[in-house]
């Protein structure tokens, strides 16, 4: 069964919060890297938490076996995660949780439409789907639209359908987004082009911004993280890009990052021909150089040059 909620934000904060608290004495096992919604929802849940390393699979089984089998146990991760691109040992987790007799949660929100044969995200590609207790997603980014959603054993929808404030005091989607996501879904569930050509143009941007020498941070997926270091240059890096190259990327500074990691995350779409990644690569060069943001292996710490603010604000005002 399935759940649609308004947002992939709320529908892990209300999800995870609601399971944790149904679950007497329940211990929650979450990644260190989870997104904040799902951080939220542990704490919303108010039952207790530990920490395990990020995809350490012996930390995690350590906390398992501390827990004891007979404990209540929800793990929280995410299959793709979305600052550094990396994909989490979802087979690992499943065989501990298992072998534990825990409950798995994952959020596929950076993975639905865009991995699998169907666009059911890693879960899928890794036939692993049936072995998650609840698969959590989003409708917007691949699919377009708008909302979140939760998927999983009937018994288990209808509790959250029946005890999650953030489901049941808040109104529906509006009938045409959820037209326009259904048809989407069904697009990508047989469609398989834009996958495709997203792996493809995602490694392409790889491949011309390392060898123009830029910090291109390792990834096995299509997230492509570029490393600035300093959190001043970073922000001034994403205004200068926009400013002066008319391209919009984030910038991510810490909390969100590990102060020293801040970084420009890049996304590639099928539409990013390779025409728009080589003027990427053109902007990022002019603009690594102008603040004097270390290229890749330089050794040289990210300092931000306070003379090229001005220049920068008088460009951006005069259009």
């Not at 993975?111 to 059911?120: E, K, L, T």
């Not at 377009?144 to 509790?159: K, Q």
């Not at 020498?213 to 240059?233: F, K, N, R, W």
């Not at 902007?283 to 040289?300: F, K, M, Q």
Request: hydrophobic share 40%.
């Amino acid at each position: 069964a399935g759940l649609v909620f308004t947002s992939g934000f709320v529908s892990n904060e209300a999800s995870i919060s609601t399971i944790a608290r149904l679950l007497p004495n329940c211990l929650v096992l979450s990644d260190e890297l989870n997104h904040a919604s799902m951080i939220e929802g542990v704490r919303r849940s108010g039952a207790e938490k530990k920490i395990f390393r990020h995809n350490d699979v012996a930390h995690l089984e350590s906390l398992l076996q501390a827990a004891g089998r007979e404990r209540a146990k929800l793990i929280v991760f995410e299959s793709v995660y979305s600052m550094d691109g990396d994909i989490a040992p979802i087979r690992e987790i499943v065989e501990l949780a298992e072998r534990y007799n825990a409950m798995t949660y994952i959020d596929e929100v950076h993975a639905v439409g865009m991995y699998g044969p169907r666009g059911g995200g890693i879960t899928e590609r890794e036939g692993l789907a049936d072995r998650i207790d609840i698969i959590q997603g989003t409708l917007a980014k691949a699919f377009g639209t708008l909302g979140g959603y939760i998927t999983g054993t009937s018994a288990v929808i209808d509790a959250v359908r029946s005890y999650a404030p953030g489901f049941i005091f808040t109104t529906a989607l509006p009938p045409a987004i959820a037209a326009a996501t259904t048809a989407s879904i069904r697009h990508l569930k047989r469609s398989q082009a834009e996958r495709d050509a997203q792996q493809r143009q995602a490694a392409r941007t790889k491949q011309v911004l390392a060898a123009a020498g830029l910090p291109v941070m390792e990834s096995a997926t299509h997230i492509v993280p570029v490393l600035v270091g300093d959190p001043e240059l970073c922000k001034m890096a994403s205004d200068r890009l926009l400013g002066v190259h008319g391209i919009y990327i984030q910038p991510i500074n810490y909390p969100t990052v590990p102060r020293g990691t801040e970084r420009l995350r890049i996304t590639p779409t099928p539409f990013h021909s390779d025409a728009l990644i080589a003027e990427l690569q053109d902007a990022l060069v002019e603009t690594w150089d102008a603040l004097g943001i270390p290229y890749a292996g330089s050794g040289r710490p990210a300092v931000a040059k306070t003379d090229r603010i001005i220049p920068l604000l008088v460009n951006k005002a005069g259009g």
